[in-house]
């Protein structure tokens, strides 16, 4: 199935040719998705294990998640008569204090919904039918009801979750892509990543953009590379990215 959201660098388009590299259904007991965002990779089986965990650090987009899980009808009601329109964007996104966890969990999922390119600060001038992504979010919810939600650092959530039988599925922020999940994770960070992932137990399979900095960086794994073309350029000029998969096994 889809994942109820888009979301900056969400693997919508590239989630089969990830599954393809993942290891045999049944070689791993516990999937662990680090870098969660829209969870497009997660979504995309029914089932990856017997324990699925998915993380990220941005609080917000968590609490979305929760919310979806736990109470995707409460969510409902308090997106009724939403529309595509400017002026609610505008106040999804203002800072206010004193909201519920279930009114914050809305107004971000407007605000990432009727946002331009969901990067949650201009409004997206589309025809969007909002009510069918509302409707959707009951779906979403019954496939996350036996995912475990984690809001950590990726370092800590390897940590806790490592193990003979784990696989990670990590997605994060690409080499000088960073800033676009400001405060999160710094251009040091992907060193940092190296170096946690360089002893783990499981399996991990990493995505990253083809680069001569991350090819040297994971010089001793297996790299694949994977071409990626540009949804919005591919209708006139055809321009395509070059992304790569690395792994431990
Ligand atoms: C490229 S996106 C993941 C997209 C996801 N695979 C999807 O399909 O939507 C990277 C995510 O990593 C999260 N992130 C950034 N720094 C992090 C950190 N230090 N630990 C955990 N998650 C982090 C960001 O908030 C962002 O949602």
């Known amino acids: 199935m889809n994942s109820f959201i888009g979301w900056i660098g969400g693997k919508k388009l590239l989630r089969h040719q990830i599954l393809e590299q ?18 497009w990779v997660l979504f995309s089986r029914d089932k990856h294990a017997k324990m699925e965990v998915y993380n990220d650090v941005n609080g917000q987009l968590v609490n979305l998640f929760r919310v979806v899980k736990y109470h ?103 080499y000088e892509a960073e800033k676009y999940y400001p405060d999160r994770f710094q251009p040091e960070d992907h060193v940092r990543l190296r170096d946690a992932l360089a002893n783990i137990k499981g399996k991990f399979l990493l995505s990253y953009n083809d680069c001569p900095e991350i090819r040297e960086l994971y010089k001793d794994y297996v790299i694949q590379k994977l071409d990626r073309w540009d949804n919005l350029a591919a209708k006139t000029k055809s321009r395509r990215y070059r992304e790569l998969l690395i792994k431990n096994y």
């Open 22 to 39: 993942f290891p045999e259904p049944g070689a791993f007991d516990r999937y662990i998705e680090v870098f969660g965002g829209a969870a």
């Open 72 to 174: 995707p009808e409460a969510l409902q009601k308090e997106l009724d008569w939403i529309l595509m329109s400017r002026e609610q964007f505008f106040d999804a996104i203002q800072e206010v204090r004193g909201l519920t966890d279930i009114q914050r969990a809305a107004r971000f999922f407007i605000a990432i919904q009727e946002s331009f390119g969901m990067g949650c600060s201009s409004f997206g001038v589309r025809s969007k039918n909002i009510g069918n992504a509302v409707e959707f979010l009951r779906m979403a919810s019954d496939r996350l009801q036996s995912v475990v939600i984690e809001n950590v650092d990726f370092e800590r959530l390897l940590k806790t979750y490592d193990r003979t039988g784990a696989m990670f599925y990590l997605d994060p922020p690409y």
